[in-house]
């Protein structure tokens, strides 16, 4: 019953949300919202009939998740409309697999492959549509990828020293830089990863090439510098929250934890979206990661401040 709730809603909620984008959407993604609500009615109504069960009305998570993505959709527009849309669908795609994979063998199966076909084309539509408009969905989550790294990583930093040092100044002396040098460390880091795909990417090409072979994708990449670029800024970015209640006078990691803490939640809800995962997993993930970061740095700035007698 369980699983039937959640495709039928699921449904639902793909449908409704459409149906609202395209009111207020520009022309031409409401060309592409026509086409997946026809899709999304048929799926709806294929579903209720099959598990016999009509289930008309959202529940209050999904109601408040629908107004949050129509909210920020309104805000920033066909680009977040168009990641919105691309992040739901490789969710769908994710969900169906695994429904497939569990029940192959029954009529449950048989009924989820005729939607996953769906699904697929709904994916292609959406790629080829984000290729066109020059959105890059990979660079959007490394950005908040790096935010979410800079985060965690100096909220633990601030938590040490505060442990260790104890004064406001040598503390945000000390964080920030680490921020910096932490943001360079992950620029040059993704500038050699991307330096190192390209040129696997370009021998593979060539040997295809050689052979007389087609090349498996086309689609133009991301420079190394680029890439190293805005993966350090977002570092960068992220590295900042933790520090701001340093920089106002902050005399307990405290602010730091709960400023911090806060926005890696709201930052891991967002990465969670857009690729498609589970956002209560992916939050409680996050939750258990910030709290052992801010426990070990603690512990351990008050073990050098015990060991080395150090007193600020």
């Given amino acids: 019953m369980k699983l039937a709730k959640t495709l039928i809603l699921d449904e639902l909620f793909d ?29 709806f109504a294929f579903w209720q009939d099959f598990f016999q069960l009509e289930l008309p009305e959202l529940g209050l998570g ?22 919105a849309l691309e992040a739901i669908e490789v969710y769908g795609v994710r969900k169906y697999l695994d429904v497939w994979e569990r029940y192959q063998a029954e ?23 984000l290729k066109e408009r020059m959105i890059n969905p990979d660079r959007i989550r490394n950005i908040f990828l790096g935010v979410n790294d800079g985060m965690v990583e100096i909220l633990g930093a601030v938590t040490g020293f505060f442990a260790s040092l104890g004064q406001n100044t040598y503390v945000l002396v000390a964080g920030l830089t680490t921020a910096v040098a932490g943001s360079i460390a ?12 390209y040129e696997i990417r370009k021998t593979q ?23 190293g670029v805005f993966v ?17 006078g902050a005399k307990t990691p405290l602010p730091s934890i709960i400023s911090g803490g806060g926005m890696i939640l709201l930052v891991s809800i967002t990465i969670a979206f857009l690729s498609g995962m589970d956002v ?14 801010v426990g070990t740095t603690y512990l351990i700035g008050m ?9 600020i």
């Fill in 15 to 43: 449908l409704l949300l459409y149906q609202k984008l395209r009111s207020i959407s520009d022309p031409d993604l409401q060309k592409t919202l026509e086409e997946l609500i026809s899709i999304e009615v048929r799926h």
């Fill in 62 to 83: 999904r109601r408040i998740k629908f107004w949050l993505i129509v909210a920020v959709c309104r805000i920033f527009g066909a680009p977040a409309a168009d990641l």
């Fill in 107 to 129: 009529s449950l199966g048989s009924a989820v492959r005729g939607v996953l076909e769906d699904e697929f084309g709904h994916e292609d539509l959406l790629v080829t549509r």
């Fill in 186 to 197: 992950m620029a040059a880091g993704a500038y050699v990863a991307m330096g190192s795909e």
């Fill in 205 to 227: 090409g060539e040997k295809a090439a050689f052979m007389g072979e087609k090349k498996g994708d086309d689609h133009p990449r991301e420079s190394a510098l680029k890439s």
């Fill in 232 to 248: 350090g800024i977002s570092y960068f970015i992220g590295a900042s929250f933790p520090l701001i209640p340093v920089l106002f």
């Fill in 280 to 293: 209560r997993k992916r939050a409680i993930t996050n939750l258990i990661l910030i709290a052992l970061a």
């Fill in 303 to 311: 073990s050098v401040r015990a060991l080395l007698g150090i007193q």
